[in-house]
């Protein structure tokens, strides 16, 4: 039984109409999960705190995962702007690792593929 405090590092997903299962490990596992979990509010780096949200979702939009950017403005000390993302295809979760390393995930599902 997995720890549901430990983070997402492994999805297995279905994106939009298409079939074939997508796996996701590491911070774009993560990432995603985020995403869906936030539904239509989406996600930004000011509430959700990640090294490199930008980068996770560039990847995820490469994958095929149709992920919008809407430009915001925040105020404060260090004002400026950030981007809040949502998903913009459903995306339907087949199975969730936490707690596990992304690294081994991602050679796993590499050597399924082979």
């Given at each position: 039984m997995s720890d549901l405090?430990?983070?997402?590092?492994?999805?297995?997903v279905r994106i939009g109409d298409n079939p074939t299962p997508r796996t996701f490990a590491g911070r774009f596992a993560w990432t995603l999960n985020e995403l869906v979990q936030?539904?239509?509010k989406g996600i930004t780096s000011l509430e959700n705190p990640?090294?490199?949200?930008?980068?996770?979702?560039?990847?995820?939009?490469?994958?095929?995962?149709?992920?919008?950017?809407?430009?915001?403005?925040?105020?404060?000390?260090?004002?400026?702007?950030?981007?809040?993302?949502r998903l913009e295809v459903p995306v339907t979760v087949l199975e969730t690792g936490r707690g596990i390393s992304g690294r081994?995930?991602?050679?796993?599902?590499r050597r399924k593929a082979a």
């Open positions: 405090s430990a983070p997402v590092t492994k999805m297995v936030a539904g239509p990640a090294p490199r949200i930008s980068h996770y979702i560039m990847i995820l939009r490469r994958a095929g995962v149709n992920i919008s950017t809407e430009d915001e403005r925040h105020p404060g000390s260090f004002s400026g702007r950030h981007g809040r993302y081994k995930v991602a050679a796993d599902a």
